[in-house]
Structures are given as structure tokens and as C-alpha cells.
């Protein structure tokens, strides 16, 4: 039988080339810490059942090592990691929404390492104002008279709310009263912002009327919420924005407009009527709020867009300070905001592109994809139609024709095959229809079509 004798002292482990190298990676302590610590797991199994293979010092050694390197690794990993979605999905919350553009990558990658002019306005020698950042291209591509970035849309409609309604009275539709999702409810955030909410209409008709016939004196504004994850389909009504801005002007009250995903141009996705913020703007809302990272396929912020009045109130009101973006944030949507500006986004936004990618094109790289996988021991696989959707708000309903790769396990189940697929490096994270799992590469990033399939192709059992 083995003895703990055989253990090597951590001294003379640290000695060993291995031990050394792990020690420049994750610093002494971290490494010692590690020896100590699988020691002490290799002397239990030495002690425990005698099943063990480690007959000398230099496999206790090698195992002692094997072990910390294994738990250093582990334990000092980043747990973001990038993922592979196949689930058709495009603008998909859980796994980070906007994939962003190669170009706005490179532009963070240049401005993170180093200082730049956030706050800083170098013509003048002195301190400058941060939100001018992102202001000047996003009044061009929106036509707005202004623009403040804030950290999400939720913080956009808090902060709006706020600014402009604090302790008066908010008029929305019973219509529009809604949950995004994540928690963020439109009562919540009127609440949470002072503002005094003012329901009219009912759940499926509101009118004109309604909302002319809820001011008062206390009334600080109209909010229009975009209903962003639902349709109300059948026995609807309510006003449209230009005639929700006519009411206002004869009040004296600025409509603000949450938009959620805000397209820049109007779009049709999957048959669902997109309208964009331009339009919204030009329909004279005092104030438009949308998400940077939904269709406009940026970094996550919040956009407030509008006319000057109503942003300097919003930009001087405390709660910026709390609500602001850092430079990382300026840079990713300045170059998104360029790309969209240049008329190239359908080339190199990838939300944009995927939106507008041909059934065809899908169909191609999901049958070269299946050619890969012939004769895979897991799985059988055959190409089939589906549908995608813009998610996050975007279009809800929509549906976008396109083409799957289905794969139909041949001995596990489809709920086994779907969990041993997020398990792959990198993860991929699929649907499963009909007891099968399929793989919408509309949202796999075409550069990875290679990788996904030699992941596949390594899975056995
Ligand atoms: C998504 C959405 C929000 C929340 O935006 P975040 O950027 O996720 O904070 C608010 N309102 C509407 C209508 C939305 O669609």
C-alpha cells in the first residue's frame, strides 16, 4: 500500500516547471494556495480506498500539480463567455442581445486602454460635458434637435419621468400599462420616478377622447409606450402619434414616446410594421426613448432623443449623474451610429444583417452544415423551414421565414442533446421543436458557421 511519505513538500513542488509556470500566470499566493489545497485532496485518496494509481513521489507530484492547475483555472475564469446562438432569435436578452459590429469592437478596443476627451473639451483647455458625446450623430441620423445617453432604456423612461413629471400626472393608455420583461413595468417606473400615473381607456380601445378628457391642471405630460412583446389583435383602437402631439399642443403638453427597440428607418420585419424614430420625431414627440442595443444593434443605453427644452430639463436633473455612461459606452455607439450614418449597416451591423438575410443564403450554410454532420453517431440531421424573430422587442409577432438545421438524436433524448450542446466549447445554445433540436443559423454569426460545426462534429456519446 501507498503512504502519504510519498507526498512531495510544496517547496519541492515549486521547483517543478509546471508549478513555476503556474505561479507567473496566477500569481505565488494563488499557486501556493492551489498546492496546498490539492496536497491535502491527493493525501485523502492515498489514505482513503487504495484504488489509487500513485505508487511514487512523481506521481504524486504530477497529480498534486495536475490538480491546482485544474482548480486555478477554473476558479480565476471570467464567467462571461462568448456563446454561439442558434435559436433563431436575433435581439436575444438572455445571451446579451446585440452582437456588435467589427468596426465598433476595434473602436473600443483603441479608446479603452487609453485617456480620452469624455469629459474634457480640448478647444477650450477646460472641463467639458460628457453628454455631447453620441449627441451630434444621433440628432443626424434621427433628426432630433437633441440627444442624452443614459444607461438602458429603463433609466431612459425613469429619467424622462422624472425630469419632466415629478409628483404631476402622466396620462397612458390602460392599453400601454405593460411588462417588457426583466421586471420593468410601466407603473413601476412612474412610481419610481414621482410621476403620478393617469390611466385612461381600457385595455383595447382608447381614444382621443380618453386622454383629452383626463387633463387637468396637474397634468405634466402624455407617455406612449411602444407595445413592444405583445399585440393586441381584434377590437382595437387608439390615437395615432401625430394626432396624440395635435392634443398635446392644444394643452400645452409634451408627448414623450417610448419606442423599446427604435429602428432608425421605417422597416417591415416578418410582416410586422416597424416605425422608426425619425418618424417619431418628426411627428413632433417632445421626447423619444429606445434601447441602443435592440434593432439599432449597438452597446446597451439608453437614447433619449428630442426637442432641446425637454433634454436640458432631463440632462440637469440629478438623477443623470447616477444614470450616466462611461467611455466605453460613447465609443461602441459613436462607431454603431457611424455605420448606420454611412448607409452601411445591412454589410456590417450584425443585427441589421441578420434581420435582412436571404432564406437562400441561410438555406445554403444550413445544408453545408448538414453535409458536415453526415453520419454523426449522435444524431441525424436533415434541413427543414422554420421561423426566426427579432426579439427584444423588436416587431413582436414577427416571424421571419427561414431555414433549420434539425437534428433528430438517434439514442438520447432531445432535452439530452440540447444540454450536451451548451456544454460544447464554445457553448451553443439551440431550440428544441417536436422532440427534436434545430439550429437557426440566421443568428449564428456566419464566421462561426466552421467552429459550430467542428464542435459538433466532436461530440460522441
Ligand atoms: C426593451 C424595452 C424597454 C427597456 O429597455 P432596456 O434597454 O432593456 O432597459 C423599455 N420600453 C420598451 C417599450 C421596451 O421594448
Redesign the pocket.
Known amino acids: 500500500m501507498t503512504t502519504p511519505r510519498i507526498l512531495p513538500s510544496i517547496d519541492r513542488l515549486r521547483r517543478r516547471p509546471l508549478v513555476r509556470a503556474l505561479e507567473t500566470e496566477y500569481g505565488r499566493e494563488a499557486a501556493v494556495a492551489a498546492l496546498r489545497t490539492a496536497a491535502s485532496r491527493v493525501r485523502e485518496d492515498l489514505t482513503g480506498a487504495d484504488t489509487t494509481p500513485i505508487r511514487d513521489r512523481e506521481q504524486a507530484s504530477a497529480a498534486i500539480e495536475q490538480r491546482a492547475a485544474t482548480e486555478l483555472a477554473a476558479r480565476l475564469e471570467p464567467s462571461l463567455t462568448p456563446v454561439i446562438n442558434a435559436t433563431g432569435v436575433i435581439v436575444h436578452t438572455n445571451l446579451g442581445r446585440a452582437p456588435m459590429a467589427a468596426a465598433v469592437a476595434e473602436r473600443v478596443a483603441r479608446l479603452a486602454g487609453g485617456y480620452t476627451n469624455l469629459e474634457y473639451d480640448l478647444t477650450a483647455g477646460r472641463r467639458g460635458a460628457r453628454h455631447t458625446h453620441a449627441a451630434r450623430l444621433l440628432t443626424q441620423v434621427t433628426g432630433a434637435e437633441a440627444a442624452v445617453v443614459v444607461n ?4 431612459a ?1 425613469l429619467l424622462v419621468l422624472a425630469a419632466l413629471a415629478d409628483q404631476r400626472e402622466a396620462i397612458v393608455s390602460r392599453g400601454e400599462l405593460v411588462e ?1 420583461g426583466g421586471g ?1 413595468r410601466i407603473p413601476d417606473i412612474l412610481r419610481q420616478s414621482g410621476a403620478v400615473l393617469r390611466e385612461v381607456g381600457t385595455t383595447n380601445r382608447t381614444r382621443l377622447a380618453d386622454y383629452a378628457g383626463a387633463v387637468n391642471d396637474r397634468t405634466a405630460l402624455i407617455l406612449r ?2 407595445p ?1 412583446n405583445f399585440r393586441i389583435e381584434g377590437f382595437t383602437a387608439r390615437p395615432d402619434l401625430p394626432e396624440l402631439v395635435g392634443l398635446g399642443q392644444r394643452f400645452g403638453l409634451p408627448v414623450v414616446e ?4 427604435g429602428h432608425l428607418t421605417d422597416v417591415s420585419i416578418g410582416g410586422v410594421d416597424e416605425p422608426s424614430v425619425a418618424a417619431s420625431v418628426e411627428a413632433g414627440a417632445a421626447v423619444c426613448c429606445f ?1 441602443g ?2 434593432l439599432l444593434g449597438g452597446p ?1 443605453a ?1 437614447i433619449i432623443v428630442g426637442k432641446e427644452q425637454a433634454l436640458s430639463r432631463v440632462q440637469s436633473h440629478p438623477l443623470m449623474r447616477a444614470l450616466r455612461v462611461d467611455k466605453m459606452t460613447y465609443a461602441a455607439l459613436e462607431a454603431t451610429l457611424m455605420e448606420h450614418a454611412r448607409g452601411r449597416a445591412e454589410a456590417t451591423i450584425p443585427v441589421v444583417r441578420m434581420l435582412a438575410t436571404p432564406v437562400r443564403e441561410i438555406d445554403t450554410r444550413a445544408r453545408d452544415l448538414a453535409g458536415r454532420l453526415e453520419g454523426h453517431s449522435m444524431f441525424g440531421v436533415d434541413v427543414v423551414d422554420g421561423l426566426s424573430t427579432a426579439g ?2 423588436g416587431a413582436p409577432g414577427s416571424a421571419l421565414p427561414t431555414r433549420l438545421a434539425r437534428l433528430t438524436p438517434r439514442t438520447h433524448s432531445a432535452a439530452r442533446l440540447e444540454t450536451r450542446l451548451r456544454g460544447l466549447h464554445p457553448p451553443v445554445v439551440a431550440r428544441i421543436e417536436q422532440d427534436r433540436v434545430v439550429l437557426d443559423l440566421r443568428t449564428v454569426l456566419p464566421e462561426q458557421d466552421d467552429l459550430l460545426a467542428t464542435a459538433l462534429i466532436g461530440l460522441t456519446r
Open positions: 438602458n432604456n429603463a433609466a423612461v417588457i420593468f409606450v411602444h413592444s417610448d419606442l423599446g427597440s434601447s442595443d435592440k446597451q439608453g427584444g422587442g
